[in-house]
């Protein structure tokens, strides 16, 4: 089976540096998808990493590493309109893609 | 290219009645998956299908069901609901499918059973 862990909630204030950190045991691991989700919304894709290091797209930036199994991403110059919940998903050969259970994030002015 | 449907938005049955939600996926998009998401669980996964086949499913009873067409539209039935099949619905499209492509979600279907 797979197992991911990420912290329920996390406040920062708006123009802030907030880090998302996601562990998880898998077997056969593919790669790792960060969402957000706005309440009552679906979820938006933000990321995919599959080997070790940093992606960074604008002020999102996610980090894998597979031999620790641990990914972060990173939010910075907050704004009001990232408060949201962000979804670590991890993929392994053949299987479903499976959900952590969300990181409430909540940017305060 | 237009997002991934789902109708409809909103349903309210009640206990005991079944139902059923469809899902229209990316153009192009093969894979359709369904999610559940609650406030105590998040989001779970219920079953993927792929050109019409049943390629992975979740940990759920037997109640839940799907079926995917020739055009890759799908479809996701609840037979004998309960009260705590209240869920947003989500399906999901992809280009691959079996975890290895991004995901692309639907608005969702919100059911309240009373």
């Known amino acids: 089976g797979q197992n991911i862990d990420q912290p329920t909630e996390m406040t920062a204030t708006e123009g802030a540096i907030v880090q998302i950190n996601c562990t998880y045991q898998t077997s056969g691991f593919n790669g790792l998808f960060w969402y957000q989700q706005h309440a009552g919304e679906a979820p938006t894709f933000l990321s995919y990493?599959?080997?070790?290091g940093l992606e960074e797209k604008g002020r999102f930036s996610s980090f894998l590493s597979r031999s620790k199994g641990y990914s972060y991403l990173l939010l910075k110059e907050l704004q009001m309109k990232d408060s949201a919940s962000y979804l670590c998903a991890v993929t392994a050969a053949g299987n479903k893609l499976t959900f952590g259970g969300g990181t409430r994030v909540l940017v305060k002015p | 290219k237009a997002g991934v449907t789902q109708t409809p938005r909103y349903l309210i049955k009640t206990r005991g009645q079944q139902v059923t939600l469809s899902c229209s996926p990316i153009?192009?998009?093969?894979?359709v998956s369904w999610y559940q998401q609650t406030p105590g669980q998040g989001l779970q996964f219920l079953f993927e299908y792929f050109s019409e086949t049943q390629r992975n499913k979740g940990n759920f009873p037997g109640r839940f069901s799907g079926r995917q067409f020739s055009n890759s539209r799908s479809e996701m039935n609840v037979s004998t609901l309960e009260l705590g099949d209240s869920a947003l619905y989500l399906c999901?499209?992809?280009?691959?499918?079996?975890?290895?492509?991004?995901?692309?979600f639907g608005p969702g279907t919100r059911l309240l059973v009373l």
């Open positions: 153009s192009g998009h093969r894979s």
């Open positions: 990493n599959v080997l070790d």
């Open positions: 999901a499209s992809s280009s691959s499918g079996g975890g290895l492509g991004t995901q692309y």
